[in-house]
């Protein structure tokens, strides 16, 4: 079962000649997924940039910075791209303005990928598909990419049927990365290509195959507990910031030095933007691997609807302290929920909360056990 339940997907294609099929899909398919995934807990959303575009950044060249962009954030999922192929070559950036080409050259992400394939002779399609699937060193891992690739002869009519104009030398550059996708998925099985007709087909394949997908990452006998889904959620967000993080060494070393007291409280502030996130992922990861013995939450209140609600977080520390501590969870529930029936007028939910976690963190110090609460918000 994935650690990670979250699908984030992009898809990929060239844009006139395949409105119709993104629209089945955005419409019709994508939704029928997103709610067959929620039925096993999980969250799928696909990246299709055709509504995130403006002309500015279309005329500019950012829209290639924002498609690749897109493309890495999508891949930590274990499916990650639907490309779909229609044998027209598509749009080509030409070159970009200096700032965009001078921030795309210094990022190691894409430089090498640009000095390959230059902007003023490769289209925006094949540098999604090159960045996705050619350059990407993370298939080998189990990464699942899908190609529907529409029939020479249908892709040749429907270019037709809607006057565009396309030479042969475009033609022959399509089936060359064709082949190439075709070899790559002899060496790498989890690259599935599927030839379709129409978009009905389209339409059909696109549900079977993610689905099937679904069933094999998210069995339905394994969906995890409400605790697990929680923390799940927590740590998938930690993970997705710590691309492309370098760490603050001072910080890190300072926090270590007071890792080495007794215990207590320690904040640490900065403006947004300067990775306080980040940083608290990354610590979390190292707490895990050092202390195996000790409970490590870590708790992000942009993480989800419910994250930065005191009451929430405060019955999750209960939760993950009478977990940690061998207290059988009926009991568990029974009393929390008894406390919160207690109607006092004087006393807030909150407050009962907050005196149940001071018990079990006093619990835990009295039996020799290690607790790290990180709170990022």
């Known amino acids: 079962m994935s650690s990670t339940r979250h699908l984030r997907v992009f898809v990929s294609s060239t844009f006139v000649d395949m409105h119709e099929e993104r629209e089945r899909l955005a419409k019709e398919v994508f939704p029928k997924l997103r709610s067959y995934a929620r039925q096993r807990q999980v969250e799928f959303t696909d990246i299709d940039l055709r509504w995130g575009i403006t002309q500015q950044e279309a005329e500019s060249g950012e829209t290639l910075r924002v498609c690749l962009e897109e493309i890495y954030k999508c891949m930590d999922s274990p499916i990650f791209f639907i490309g779909i192929l229609g044998y027209r070559y598509g749009w080509i950036p030409g070159e970009l303005e200096e700032r965009i080409k001078e921030s795309l050259e210094k990022d190691p992400r894409f430089s090498g990928l640009l000095k390959d394939y230059p902007t003023d002779r490769t289209s925006i399609t094949e540098l999604e598909v090159r960045f996705g699937v050619f350059k990407n060193l993370r298939l080998n891992e189990g990464m699942k990419v899908f190609f529907y690739i529409r029939d020479e002869e249908a892709s040749r009519k429907k270019l037709k049927e809607l006057r565009i104009e396309q030479g042969e030398e475009e033609f022959k550059r399509v089936k060359e990365i064709i082949e190439e996708l075709e070899e ?194």
């Open 184 to 377: 790559l998925a002899k060496r790498h099985p989890n690259i599935q290509i599927r030839q379709y007709e129409d978009t009905e087909e389209l339409a059909s394949l696109v549900e079977e195959d993610l689905t099937k997908e679904i069933d094999r990452l998210f069995p339905a006998d394994e969906v995890p507990d409400p605790l697990e889904l929680v923390r799940i959620q927590h740590r998938t967000y930690g993970e997705s910031r710590l691309k492309s993080y370098i760490l603050d060494k001072t910080l890190f070393e300072e926090v270590l030095k007071f890792l080495d007291t007794e215990g207590g409280y320690l904040l640490i502030t900065g403006e947004s933007g300067v990775g306080r996130s980040s940083f608290m992922a990354y610590l979390a990861r190292y707490l895990r691997e050092k202390y195996k013995d000790a409970l490590v939450i870590e708790h992000y209140t942009s993480a989800g609807s419910e994250a930065p609600l005191l009451q929430h977080i405060l019955r999750r520390l209960v939760e993950e302290l009478e977990r940690f501590l061998g207290h059988k969870e009926e009991e568990d529930k029974e009393a929390i929920e008894g406390m919160l029936r207690e109607k006092k007028e004087d006393v807030k939910p909150e407050e009962k909360l907050r005196d149940q976690v001071l018990e079990l963190f006093h619990e835990a110090s009295t039996l020799g056990k290690k607790v790290f609460v990180l709170l990022d918000g």
